[in-house]
């Protein structure tokens, strides 16, 4: 019985992996085991109905001739299909063992910049819980079991760098950084106000209270008025909302303009 299992099992995954390269996704490299890793077996990448989301609803209405800039960049499961879109992506990652990764998986596409550095207000190191399965779950809000181990980050405010634009505007920001979204916002307030990006963050219920959390607080203090949800459903949607909801939203999508979804 067990060997039948396998051999199923075996055709899936076999079936799978076709359909994901006949759909043209990246040839990521992964950590064995890991749930980012499993997800891109599984769905062909990571993330792939929030990417997905992103790529029919919110990207045509950016000027993609601009800069995305990837805070918490991981992998690079983001980053190298945002490379698709935007003339360039400016990836940011302070973690060394996803690091490694984010380097080998960066080469798939001519227009990524790494960035050895993870984002705040300050320039700071901090220890952080690595999970052992789950390396994208490492940051401050991570809780630490037997198998983890604690790591290092160095940190820095994205005012403090200077990137190299090639006089593009930045149109687009993805911040997942477990639980220091807020900081990463007050370290780029005069980037942001600058270029005024659509900022798209992931949303932990435990951040929330009130209506807002100080993620938000930040981003509206600087003149972000326009707040839209990423819902999950039968399918993925998008919708305006006045208040945030005490609930994980795979992205929260902030602009200082108006969108259409």
Do not use: W
Request: net charge neutral; proline share 4%.
């Amino acid at each position: 019985m067990r060997l039948l299992y396998r051999t199923i099992l075996k055709q899936l995954m076999q079936s799978t992996v076709r359909a994901h390269r006949d759909a043209g996704r990246p040839a990521l490299a992964g950590y064995a085991f890991d749930h980012i890793t499993v997800k891109i077996h599984l769905d062909g990448r990571f993330a792939q109905q929030e990417l997905a989301t992103l790529e029919k609803c919110l990207f045509p209405q950016l000027d993609l001739t601009g800069v995305c800039l990837d805070i918490g960049a991981n992998i690079g499961n983001h980053a190298v299909n945002f490379a698709d879109y935007f003339a360039h992506v400016h990836a940011f990652e302070p973690n060394e063992k996803a690091l490694d990764l984010l380097r080998i998986n960066a080469k798939l596409r001519n227009n990524i910049t790494i960035h050895p550095i993870g984002l705040s207000d300050q320039r700071q190191t901090i220890e952080v819980v690595q999970p052992a399965h789950n390396l994208g779950g490492t940051g401050a809000s991570a809780t630490g079991t037997a198998d983890d181990t604690l790591v290092d980050l160095k940190l820095k405010a994205l005012d403090a760098i200077e990137l190299d634009l090639a006089g593009r505007p930045i149109t687009f920001v993805k911040i997942d950084v477990e639980g220091f979204e807020a900081e990463v916002i007050k370290g780029a307030a005069g980037t942001l106000a600058l270029h005024r990006p659509v900022i798209g963050m992931e949303v932990d219920r435990r951040s929330v209270n009130g209506g807002s959390s100080p993620a938000i607080d930040a981003a509206f203090e600087l003149g972000y008025t326009h707040m839209y949800a990423m819902m999950r459903g039968r399918s993925m949607r998008i919708r305006t909302v006045e208040r945030a909801a005490a609930r994980n939203y795979p992205l929260l999508l902030l602009s200082m303009d108006p969108l259409t979804f």
